[in-house]
């Protein structure tokens, strides 16, 4: 009888997991409304699902997703997770996942990540030898425009200072050719949202939280 104890517990354990499932416990400052159940994608194909969302000790949202074993091996150390809209579900999100740099070691089973922003995820791809897709940049452009519409409501603008930092960061360590498209096509929009964005303060009597994000721009233009 002991001898069919390990089998059965082993099956028992592989059906719990979904078979030999990737499982990973991504790690969020915000959710926005993602929910378990919500699919996680790779070039628009969902390759697995949200499983659980807790909320940590640490202050932090654990968001635990299963990853098909098929695309287990996709999933390196240069993944990068970002809640967006789901686009099959109007009003619902999802995790799109981006893979900054090619090669790398596949994340193990149980890993805890850090789950990014649109931003921070162009960042990186932009430094990685600009690898991501045009489509996949529109689609991130698109993710940030939509964060910037609700940092006002939410009082994030030291959200929105923080990623042109990041930015900036990157343009003094990347390329001559990578800097360049970060000034072209990034710079101009994170000028276009904070424009917006100085709007809806204006309207709410706070315009003077923009000047450190002003200065930040007016610095980036002499990197």
């Known amino acids: 009888m002991n001898r069919l104890v390990a089998p059965l517990l082993l099956l028992f354990s592989l059906v719990a997991c979904g078979m030999g499932d990737l499982s990973l416990v991504i790690r969020y400052d915000r959710t926005d409304g993602l929910a378990a159940g919500a699919p996680v994608l790779l070039e628009r194909a969902q390759i697995g699902s949200v499983r659980e969302i807790s909320f940590s000790t640490a202050g932090t949202y654990e968001v635990k997703v299963g990853i098909d074993r098929a695309h287990a091996k996709s999933l ?16 619902a999100k999802a995790i799109a996942v981006s893979i900054a740099e090619a090669g790398g070691t596949p994340l193990a089973n149980g890993a805890v990540v850090d789950g990014s922003t649109p931003v921070a995820a162009m960042v ?39 990623e042109v930092r990041n930015l900036a960061n990157a343009m003094q360590r990347s390329g001559e050719e990578a800097r360049k498209r970060l000034e072209n096509q990034v710079l101009p ?11 809806k303060l204006k309207e709410l009597g706070r315009e003077g939280e923009m000047a450190p994000i002003d200065q930040q721009l007016e610095e980036m233009t002499r990197i």
């Open 124 to 162: 990186d791809s932009f430094g990685a030898g600009l690898k991501q897709g045009i489509e996949e940049l529109g689609s991130q452009v698109e993710a940030v425009q939509r964060q910037v519409e609700e940092l006002a409501k939410s009082d994030e603008v030291k959200r929105l200072e923080e």
């Open 76 to 91: 390196t150390e240069h993944a990068r997770f970002v809640i967006v809209d789901d686009p099959a579900k109007a009003g």
């Open 189 to 199: 929009m994170l000028r276009h949202e904070a424009e917006q964005l100085r709007e």
